[in-house]
Nanobody, 121 residues
Framework: QFQLVESGGGLVQPGGSLRLSCAASGWTLNYYPIGWFRQAPGKEREGVSCISSSSIETTYLDSVKGRFTTSRDNAKNTVYLQMNSLKPEETARYYC??????????????WGQGTQVTVSS
């Protein structure tokens, strides 16, 4: 069964940091660009980052540039999102998916359960 499993979310104070992980089960994500997306209640899902299969190219949402960093470890079949200086408005459920590097959009509309990030004091 093909799955994407996100983890690492939690409650963090404004200005704090979290590191999210995206692991694949039943398939290898090594050949695909993988992105992070988030959806807050009442809002549309938006692309946050995308990293190429080789890690050479990355794309970020403008509002997270300089604070968020995506990386991958193909040996572990895992993609990461390091989030620093988090803001309350970034409270959302975060998902990983195969992405389009230029458009910062998902490609297959295939989603895991996501991981909740709550930024609050």
């Amino acid at each position: 069964q093909f799955q994407l499993v996100e983890s690492g979310g939690g409650l963090v104070q404004p200005g704090g940091s979290l590191r999210l992980s995206c692991a694949a089960s039943g398939w290898t994500l090594n050949y695909y660009p993988i992105g992070w997306f988030r959806q807050a209640p009442g809002k549309e899902r938006e692309g946050v980052s995308c990293i190429s299969s080789s890690s050479i190219e990355t794309t970020y949402l403008d509002s997270v540039k300089g604070r968020f960093t995506t990386s991958r470890d193909n040996a572990k079949n895992t993609v990461y999102l390091q989030m620093n200086s988090l803001k309350p408005e970034e409270t959302a459920r975060y998902y990983c998916a195969v992405c389009d590097l230029e458009a910062l959009e998902d490609v297959y509309n295939y989603w895991g359960q996501g991981t909740q990030v709550t930024v609050s004091s």
